[in-house]
Nanobody, 128 residues
Framework: VQVVESGGGLVQPGGSLRLSCAVS????????TNWLRQAPGKGLEWVSV????????DYRGYLRGRFTISRDNTNNTVYLQMDSLKSEDTGLYYC??????????????????????WGRGTQVTVSS
């Protein structure tokens, strides 16, 4: 199984980025897929999840409205559209498959080992 994130980069405050997560080697349709992030010097924060039917999505509360998760089962890819980016959105963004634990989902007490598979991350830097 491979999970590969891409799409990160340097963007100015107020700008947008779209991250991609390509998953191969497992029945993609049957998995929850999450985005998490780790800011410099901080712990791993749960960002968003999309469920297997693609119609049920959820977000860390304060990110709702700026971030949008979607999936394309025809190419086994999950996307995270990030708009109105702020400096505090800077971090390493990970994609991970599986259902998040309640600690991770509710309190962002997360570890990548809580998930079935995960990638190496893609760096997002928001700076002028």
């Amino acid at each position: 199984v491979q999970v590969v994130e891409s799409g990160g980069g340097l963007v100015q405050p107020g700008g947008s980025l779209r991250l991609s997560c390509a998953v191969s080697g497992l029945p993609f349709e049957s998995y929850y897929t999450n985005w998490l992030r780790q800011a410099p010097g901080k712990g791993l924060e749960w960002v968003s999840v999309i469920r297997s039917d693609g119609g049920n999505r959820d977000y860390r509360g304060y990110l709702r409205g700026r971030f949008t998760i979607s999936r394309d089962n025809t190419n086994n890819t999950v996307y995270l559209q990030m708009d109105s980016l702020k400096s505090e959105d800077t971090g390493l963004y990970y994609c991970a498959t599986g259902e998040p634990t309640s600690d991770c989902y509710s309190f962002s007490r997360c570890s990548l080992t809580d998930f079935s598979y995960w990638g190496r991350g893609t760096q997002v830097t928001v700076s002028s």
